[in-house]
């Protein structure tokens, strides 16, 4: 930090300095209401990035749970649009999003009831109203308006359940759930994954999608290590970007591979029959069907 202070910042002080004094006071009220006081007067009143080390951790955990919130609430558009578009839900599994789903429900319940800092899950929620509707489109570009239906009202009987009546999951049993909550959200990564191995091409999965989870997961590995004293969430979290890996190298090497083709339907036995009688008949000039010859005309 002592050469980032030295190199960068010092140099900068003469210009920075006039900013941070204009900022208005709202700024200055939201900064310290993330970082606290001392780490606001250290870090925007001194500019001093070195002085202290954990204020410095906590500014930039702050700044990236911000982002990945901010980020989050576009994550799954491209892949909506993408399946929207093409009216195909192909290559993307409706099992993986509905795994993710109940995953991202039970973390934001959890985070909620215990009163994590927001900047820590407010992902969840975005990303999780995105789930639900790639997950209503999969089905239903599927022929399946009927599962589609019953999806989202599962969905709703889990929110109301896990959120808006508390009286229903008590706090150990919501804290057995995020511990499959983990579970589950590693586990909705392997559907995803056997269906490009399967098919041999990522279809219409988004590749922006892909690359944000993964970059996504990874920050977040660093800001619950930082603000949340919690090692179910942090496995979780370390898990699901295992995972996110194996989907983007899977995205990379299927690039600019087409989905292989079905495999072709076999003949019945009195097609095969009918296709192989037709040249000879041709050649003979015979019917198959009356087994007569060729005529000839008389000479008179």
Known sequence: MDSIQQAVVQPLQPLLR??????????HDAVVSLVGAPCHSTLLVDLDVAKDPECTSLAISKALGIAIVGASAIVKVPQILKLIKSQSSAGVSF?????ETA?????????????????TYGETALIAVQDIVVGVLVLSFAGKGTAAAAFVA?????????LFDQTLIYAQTMAYLQAG???????????????????????????????NYLAGSLSRIFTTLQEVDDP??????????????????QML???????????AKKQTRSKAKAQLEKPVAQSTGASPKSGKGPTTRRRG
């Open 18 to 27: 006039p900013i941070a004094s204009a900022l208005p006071k709202p700024v």
């Open 95 to 99: 099992v993986s999003y509905a795994l």
């Open 103 to 119: 995953s991202l429900l039970i973390t934001l319940s959890y985070s909620v009831r215990n009163q994590f800092p927001f900047s």
């Open 154 to 162: 599962v969905v709703a009987a889990s929110v109301y359940a896990l």
């Open 181 to 211: 909550a983990g579970a589950l959200g590693v586990a909705s990564k392997a559907p995803q994954i056997l269906t490009i191995w399967q098919e041999g091409s990522t279809g219409q999965l988004s590749a922006f999608a892909v690359f």
């Open 232 to 249: 179910i969430i942090l496995y979780g979290f370390i898990a699901g970007f295992s995972l996110n890996l194996v989907l983007a190298t």
């Open 253 to 263: 090497y299927y690039w600019n591979s087409s989905p292989a083709p079905a495999p």
